[in-house]
């Protein structure tokens, strides 16, 4: 018995050698960030600058996998079912971790439960954006514009679940009227036709929108925050553009699948960690006018208590405006 004993346990050490030595190594190859948007948009900038950072560190390639659709769920799905080993992680998001589950009673992962939590990377604030020409110069005539007009506008989102989808119903809800809405596998292509004038209005990200606004190609109305952006100053905030009660802000978050050991999760962590206290890499992040999280904020912990707060909040929230706008 005693033997027995002995030999389970000898047999378990080496087991437990042999995991702990193996990932030790890691990564030996190139890690994939799971990108549930089409490139270009404010979850693939946030996931291409950060992990140019993480690269650095880990001393192994990080490349964006684009996986696009449901909102950016299509994406998440295959992420979260994809071997627990830190060579498949993703870039996450306000939409596909806080408000999809109030959207997709069939979803195929649970938020709160079937990832493993790596760290805040971004917080982005919500811009309400026109295209060049419409007619609207300020927010209070936009707000006149769009009840006086309705479904003769068009709103760009990048699908059900996402964060511009997300963010323009809680806007629809709170004016009390809808438009017509277009969907798009991100809001890069979304902004490409804001800017063309092929659609009208939309809600989105900063992070995809600093140039265009810039550069006069689109205009922002207001941002839903407490504060003017840096790097906008001159777009008011909602509250001064008076539509006071539309404040909503967004965020971008790396998870990995569930169950990622211990000793791969720190890794990545501390990796993180690290590009978010680098100096370039916080430089590019606020130029697009992202809020880069404090130590605490960005930590595994803060961003599960982040993900379950969201998934509290949306899940009322969403299906008092869209039953709003069945009526
Ligand atoms: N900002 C987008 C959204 O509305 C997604 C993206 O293209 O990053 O969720």
Redesign the pocket.
């Known amino acids: 018995m005693k033997n027995i004993t002995k030999s389970a346990a000898v047999a378990a050490a080496v087991i437990f050698a042999g995991a702990a030595s193996a990932n030790a190594a890691y990564p030996e190859r190139q890690i994939t960030v799971v ?1 549930p ?2 490139a270009g ?4 900038i946030v996931a291409r600058i950060s992990g140019e950072h993480l690269a650095r560190t880990l001393g192994q390639p990080v490349i964006v996998e684009n996986v696009a659709g449901a ?2 769920t299509t994406g998440i799905t295959r992420a979260s079912q994809a071997r627990p080993d830190g060579y498949t992680i993703m870039m996450g ?1 306000m ?1 596909t971790h806080g408000a999809a589950p109030a959207l997709y009673p069939n979803m195929k992962y649970d938020p709160t439960k079937d990832f493993t939590p790596i760290g805040l990377v971004a917080g982005t604030p919500i811009l309400v954006v026109v295209k060049k020409a419409f007619p609207a110069k300020d927010l209070k005539e936009f707000v006149a514009y769009v009840k006086a007009n309705g479904m003769k506008i068009n709103e760009a ?3 059900v679940g ?5 963010t323009c119903t809680l806007l629809h809800s709170l004016i009390g009227t809808k438009t017509a809405r277009v969907t798009y596998r ?3 292509p ?1 902004l490409n036709d804001l800017v063309g004038g092929q659609v009208d209005y939309g809600c ?2 900063i992070v ?1 929108l600093v140039s265009q606004v810039k550069a006069g190609n689109i205009r922002a109305l207001g941002s839903a925050t407490a504060e003017r952006s840096p790097a906008l100053p001159e777009v008011p905030t909602t509250k001064e553009a008076g539509l006071p009660d539309f404040q909503v802000s ?1 965020w971008n978050a790396l998870f990995g699948p569930k169950g990622l050991p211990k000793d791969v999760t720190d890794k990545l962590v501390g990796a993180l960690d690290k590009a978010l206290d680098d100096e370039g890499t916080r430089k590019r992040l606020l130029e697009l006018g992202s809020v880069i999280p404090d130590k605490k904020g960005r930590s595994p912990a803060a961003l599960q208590a982040l993900v379950e707060s969201e998934v509290k909040r949306w899940g009322p929230v969403l299906k008092a405006a869209l039953a709003a706008d069945k009526k």
């Open positions: 990108v948007f089409a948009g404010p979850t693939d909102g950016g998001h939409g989102h990048a699908g996402s964060v511009s989808y997300t991100g809001t890069a979304a989105d990200q995809n967004a």
